[in-house]
């Protein structure tokens, strides 16, 4: 099992910046990719970055491009969400997750049923 606890939500104006951390322990041997998912009140799950805890490879949705980045640091088994320029839209609970690359794979997946672990969220509200 993995364990991911997300932290740094809160409420921003838009054009602000935030940054969510993601916290992994337990089995984290087994997750070499780790990615961050959003979703608002009525809306699906979207997928918002990923990364590869071994290589730095990153894939992110095409509505974040250019304004998030996605970082790790290996040593903490931490997984970052960099926040720029915030939007109204931007605002949902944000869950971090982690996909199990050795039964699965090393490739980045943008899917949610591609994914084995979640954190329990945290809110970020943008407003204008």
């Known amino acids: 099992q993995v364990q991911l606890v997300e932290s740094g939500g809160g409420l921003v104006q838009a054009g602000d910046s935030l940054r969510l951390s993601c916290a992994a322990s337990g089995r984290t041997f087994s997750c070499d990719s780790m990615g961050w998912f959003r979703q608002a009140p009525g809306k699906e799950r979207e997928f918002v970055a990923a990364i590869s805890r071994s290589t730095g490879n990153t894939l992110y949705g095409d509505s974040v491009k250019g304004r998030f980045t996605i970082s790790r640091d290996n040593a903490k088994i931490t997984v970052y969400l960099q926040m720029n320029s915030l939007k109204p839209e931007d605002t949902a609970v944000y869950y971090c997750?982690?996909?199990?690359?050795?039964?699965?794979?090393?490739?980045?997946?943008?899917?949610?049923?591609?994914?084995?672990?979640w954190g329990q969220g945290t809110q970020v509200t943008v407003s204008s």
């Open positions: 997750a982690a996909r199990n690359t050795q039964v699965r794979g090393l490739s980045l997946r943008t899917r949610r049923s591609e994914y084995d672990y």
